[in-house]
């Protein structure tokens, strides 16, 4: 028996894994992680995989930085954990500067304020309970939030009630939030003018029902976990005047697309637009700690301020014990000074454009519906032939010491922003063979 083998059956007696079909798990071999460098996995057995999804679309500087991991030693010598509530620290202050010097600019109001929060859906449910109570203390209730179909914001119940992915958020439907979706300008399966016909159904539900919307929630340019649904800037310059002309905010979720994702530091910047509060998580630390945050424009942080002759507390109740744990905020910000120092995001401008080039022979394949990429985020549809036709391409390429994993039929790839030539070529080496192999 293999240590791979040994470690899937003790791991099988007592883990229940996330979004995981237990039935599968031991006949899937999942691969037990040991050790990672630069973007390896190593496995038990000491096999080596290339890491084509940056663990959880996470690790955007690949495994073991050595700038990461002395921030984190030196910040644990000093200072392990404080909560933030009633005290501060110095590297939760610095980071928040750093994030609000990075965060999006335009000629609309600036990000100027930032909570913290522990994971991508934490920040997501920060952020809807702020829009309502924003609407709360700046008129009246707004109950409601605008969501797009196919839309992911995490897994927490606030978060899944702005999801559309029915896979994900239809067993939940009965406890959720009443929200209104409309179509994605991403979805393919309204045709060629999808972007029109989903701009007019924003509007009319705007016109319908704006005065009763807190909030308009998007993954801007790309939905991720739908299977990588580009779209047009256009929409959200759209959905910024809309949510304007009827008084709602507008959420970015850049949990996924932030720090470099797609070739810029946030896909706001694709479109010129800034939300009133954007959500990151995910690259924030470069994937070593966990830790969230929720940008939010003065207007909105003004609103939570206690005025004379108010009756109720305007305070936001919302926190966690492990909010901006120091030893998280230190890792992020070692994170943002290599991005800076590296040109990181430059870096993933050239590792997307050269993916786009070596995937055309993918795309041009039979066995290929369509490659939608936005920088670094990259999805390849594949025709099904029987089920989990994404998931048999996986476990083809990871045969090829490649690590994938599927939306679907959709593979996705989403490497370290800073993959060298080597390696890429072998991650499309290996999709490719895997997809001939199977498709
Ligand atoms: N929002 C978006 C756009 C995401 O892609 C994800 C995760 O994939 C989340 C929120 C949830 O983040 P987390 O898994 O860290 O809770």
């Not at 990151?280 to 909105?300: D, F, N, R």
């Not at 490659?371 to 036709?389: D, F, H, K, N």
């Amino acid at each position: 028996m293999t240590a791979s083998a040994e470690w899937t059956a003790r791991d099988a007696s007592t883990v229940w894994h996330p979004f995981t079909q237990h039935a599968n798990w031991t006949e899937d071999r999942p691969v037990v992680v040991d050790r990672a460098e630069g973007p390896w996995l190593i496995d038990v057995d000491g096999r080596r995989y290339l890491d084509g999804v940056s663990s959880l679309w996470t690790t955007t500087l690949g495994h073991g930085h050595p700038d990461i991991n002395a921030a984190i030693t030196a910040q644990l010598a000093k200072l392990d954990h404080s909560t933030f509530l009633g005290t501060t620290h110095t590297p939760g202050i610095e980071l928040s500067e750093a994030l609000i010097d990075l965060a999006p600019k335009s000629d609309g109001p600036p990000l100027t304020k930032v909570f913290y929060a522990g994971d991508g859906s934490s920040a997501v449910e920060a952020a809807l309970k702020i829009a309502y109570q924003y609407s709360t203390q700046t008129g009246r209730s707004r109950p409601k939030f605008v969501r797009l179909d196919h839309a992911y914001h995490g897994d927490t119940l606030g978060a899944v009630a702005v999801g559309g992915h029915d896979l994900f958020h239809q067993a939940y439907k009965p406890l959720l939030l009443d929200t209104i979706g409309v179509s994605s300008p991403g979805d393919r399966a309204l045709g060629a003018d999808r972007y029109a016909v989903a701009l007019a159904d924003l509007r009319a539900v705007m016109e319908a029902s704006g005065d009763q919307v807190c909030a308009i929630i998007v993954e801007p340019m790309i939905q991720g976990a739908a299977g990588m649904l580009d779209y047009d800037a256009d929409y959200l310059r759209t959905a910024r005047e809309l949510a304007d002309a009827h008084g709602a905010l507008l959420i970015f979720d850049e949990v996924a697309t932030g720090f470099g994702r797609t070739g810029k530091m946030w896909a706001a910047e694709h479109a010129g637009v800034v939300p009133d509060l954007l959500t990151c998580g995910k690259g924030i630390t470069g994937g070593y700690l966990p830790l969230s945050a929720v940008l939010a424009a003065e207007h909105v942080y003004e609103a939570f301020l206690t005025r004379p002759g108010d009756t109720a507390p305007r305070t936001f109740f919302h926190g966690h014990t492990y909010t901006a744990n120091p030893l998280c905020c230190a890792a992020a910000l070692a994170n943002l000074r290599v991005m800076g120092e590296q040109d990181v995001v430059g870096q993933a401008v050239r590792l997307g454009e050269r993916l786009t080039k070596l995937l055309e022979p993918v795309g041009a394949k039979d066995g290929v519906v369509e490659i939608r990429q936005l920088g670094t985020m990259i999805g390849v549809e594949v025709a099904p032939v029987g089920e989990r036709t994404g998931f048999a391409v996986c476990q083809a390429a990871r045969e090829r010491g490649v690590w994938l994993r599927p939306l679907g039929d959709t593979v996705v790839l989403m490497p370290p922003l800073t993959l060298g030539d080597d390696e890429t070529d072998l991650l499309v080496n290996a999709l490719t063979e895997a997809v001939d192999e199977v498709v």
